[in-house]
């Protein structure tokens, strides 16, 4: 699990899960890299909070950085077609007022894997308001 030096200097949700002797803490910056070799870079709800610029950069961390199989994994919600209501439209205001993030399409989506140099292979829709991305290097 990697997150900022401050946040993970005390973690104590993980410690109460009982789940630390299963996982790595690590403290860093992904916009400047992500640990090398992984399998699989699971990235929820983290995409929305950054513009393109900036979710292009972690993407592209994870694309250098991933074993030679490996996958990108974005948990997120999709702002769908058309004018219909949807939850995602409320949420990419809110984005949009708390930083330069947003809410993406499937189209935006493709668009900020490919500049990342990623393939996106599949989405996979959830009972949740997150649909399941994976990508894989292009
Ligand atoms: C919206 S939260 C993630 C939500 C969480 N994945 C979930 O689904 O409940 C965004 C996280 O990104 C972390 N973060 C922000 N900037 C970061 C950076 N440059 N490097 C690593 N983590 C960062 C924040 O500290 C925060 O924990």
């Not at 200097?9 to 400047?32: H, K, N, S």
């Not at 972690?58 to 058309?82: D, F, H, Q, T, Y």
């Not at 330069?100 to 996979?124: Q, V």
Request: hydrophobic share 50%.
């Amino acid at each position: 699990m990697l997150d900022l030096p401050q946040v993970v200097a005390d973690a104590p949700a993980l410690d109460e899960a009982q789940v630390t002797d299963r996982c790595q803490v690590i403290g860093g910056d992904m916009l400047a890299s992500v640990p090398a070799d992984a399998d699989a870079y699971l990235i929820k709800r983290v995409l929305m909070d950054w513009g393109n610029n900036d979710a292009t950069a972690l993407l592209r961390n994870c694309a250098a950085a991933m074993a030679k199989e490996g996958k990108v994994i974005v948990v997120e919600m999709l702002m769908p077609a058309g004018n219909d209501p949807s939850q995602a439209k409320p949420f990419d205001i809110l984005m949009l007022l708390n930083q330069s993030g947003r809410i993406r399409t499937e189209a935006e989506f493709r668009e900020l894997f490919a500049a990342a140099g990623l393939r996106l292979t599949r989405i996979i829709p959830t009972a949740s308001p997150n649909s399941i991305l994976e990508g894989i290097r292009a």
